[in-house]
């Protein structure tokens, strides 16, 4: 763009510098043919009975134009022909002679088919011999602007031609070089490009991926990008191997914490259930205080082994690889949960065929009977919970759907983290760790597969779908 417009101007000041030299010299000789024309006049040339125009206008060449004014009235009037003889003007053309300033200043005025001329007003006094009668006179000289303008024309051609030339050049030379020049910068936005798309969000992340080292010159802008790129990526690699480890850490204090806490626990209830068998002869407040003990004992023991799970889930071990046939499965889950809530209505979907996964039996048994005690314990008597069994084109997707009260949308994005609990949303009646659904979650993904929940007043359907071969 810079480059076309200063190509414009280059070539219109050019133009204008080419038209005005041209215009001036036409104007000097322009000039020179007046006072020639003048003097001719000033004796009487031109005026005897036969004259012609071309008598005063000596020297002059074809194109011409001459008229002669005498007292207000045109005396003479013409122009020299391509062939030199004298050419009358037509009267259009000798108004707008007529009208030309007498102050010897050169102007442009168009005549009709003859085209635009520089033409010159010059006042000349001519006194007779005879009868020594002098005579204001005015004589009009022009010369044509056609060989100026066809200068000018071919001027313009041969600088637009050029320019544009010069601008078709300058834009190919550019791109080529812009291209070179950015094939450095290219491979670091390819480097970061494949960076952002490795998962980061948890795990053990290898983030090898840097800069080509010719591309981190300090010499450059870009190399000084790319080094600066691939410092910040060995900061974030060292912060993700440091988050890393002290998440292995954490997941193994969890699991040596849960196992160490499994035998006290197994001690305090094993207590607790002996002095109950003597309750009858304990006072009520020792029995009540006892009771307490061995329900509050098996709510820790249970969260101390789903804590434990969890953590042999983020492992990747305590899993089995079988053969799995989901419609039996999902038959013993619901029945197991009619036991459990028989105020609540069960529903079960199945397709005609059993579907087959390869999974670890007892831990989908677990995320499947977690839903449905999900749906039992967050929902009042009379709601109707729904089990589907469904073919997917990757493999199959179990539903569990409920017509309760639905779940705050607030608590949708973090439903399946750990201890998160939905109880303000939905009716609470039973006491809850807040792992069930992480623990749905942590054992679908060991699966390969995935968990979601969508929830609304009166619907609420939690799916998980699983490819048909998982670990």
Do not use: C
């Not at 168009?110 to 204001?136: E, M």
């Not at 020792?286 to 509050?296: F, M, N, P, T, V």
């Not at 709601?383 to 990757?394: F, G, K, N």
Request: no cysteine; charged share 20%; net charge negative.
């Amino acid at each position: 763009m810079l480059l076309a417009v200063l190509s414009v101007a280059i070539g219109a000041v050019t133009i204008a510098a080419s038209r005005s030299q041209q215009v001036g010299r036409l104007d000097g000789l322009l000039i020179a043919a007046s006072q020639r024309t003048s003097t001719a006049v000033g004796v009487g040339t031109g005026f005897g009975p036969g004259s012609s125009i071309i008598e005063i206008l000596p020297g002059q060449g074809a194109g011409a134009v001459g008229l002669v004014i005498a007292d207000g009235e045109v005396a003479r009037s013409g122009y020299i022909g391509v062939t030199g003889q004298a050419v009358i003007l037509s009267d259009a053309e000798i108004a707008s002679l007529v009208t030309v300033p007498t102050d010897r200043q050169p102007v442009t005025v168009r005549l009709d088919s003859l085209g635009a001329y520089r033409v010159v007003a010059t006042p000349v006094t001519f006194t007779d011999p005879a009868t020594k009668v002098t005579t204001d006179l005015v004589v009009v000289n022009g010369l044509s602007l056609a060989e100026a303008d066809a200068t000018t024309s071919s001027l313009l051609g041969i600088i637009g031609g050029v320019s544009l030339g010069a601008i078709a050049v300058a834009i190919l030379l550019g791109s080529l070089v812009v291209q070179l020049a950015l094939r450095p910068l290219n491979r670091v936005v390819d480097t970061a490009t494949r960076v952002s798309e490795l998962p980061l969000e948890s795990g053990e992340v290898l983030l090898r991926e840097r800069v080509p080292e010719a591309d981190t010159t300090a010499s450059t802008e870009v190399g000084r990008v790319g080094a600066a790129l691939n410092r910040l990526l060995g900061k974030v690699e060292n912060s993700l191997a440091a988050r890393h480890a002290s998440e292995q850490k954490v997941r193994q204090f969890v699991a040596d914490a849960s196992h160490e806490l499994r035998t006290p626990l197994a001690s305090i209830r094993g207590y607790a259930e002996l002095g109950l068998r003597e309750a009858e002869h304990l006072p009520p407040d020792l029995a009540r205080s006892l009771a307490r003990i061995e329900s509050e004992s098996k709510r820790m023991t249970s969260l101390v082994e789903d804590m434990l799970l969890l953590a042999r889930l983020d492992a990747g071990r305590d899993l089995r690889a079988e053969t799995v046939g989901l419609g039996a499965l999902l038959v013993e889950a619901v029945s197991d949960a009619h036991v459990a809530g028989p105020d609540h209505r069960w529903d079960l979907e199945l397709p005609p065929d059993d579907l087959e996964i390869t999974g670890d039996p007892d831990r989908l048994r677990q995320a499947v009977a977690n839903l449905l005690t999900n749906a039992r314990v967050h929902t009042p008597a009379g709601t109707t919970v729904t089990a589907t069994l469904e073919a997917t084109p990757s493999g199959a997707a179990i539903l569990v759907a409920d017509d309760g009260p639905g779940i705050d949308s607030q608590l949708l994005p973090n439903l399946f983290e750990r201890f998160s609990r939905g109880d303000d949303s939905r009716s609470r009646v039973a006491g809850s760790t807040g792992l069930g659904l992480a623990i749905v979650a942590a054992i679908i993904e060991a699966h390969g597969g995935t968990v979601t929940a969508t929830s609304e007043p009166g619907i609420t359907v939690f799916r998980i779908d699983l490819p048909v071969a998982t670990g």
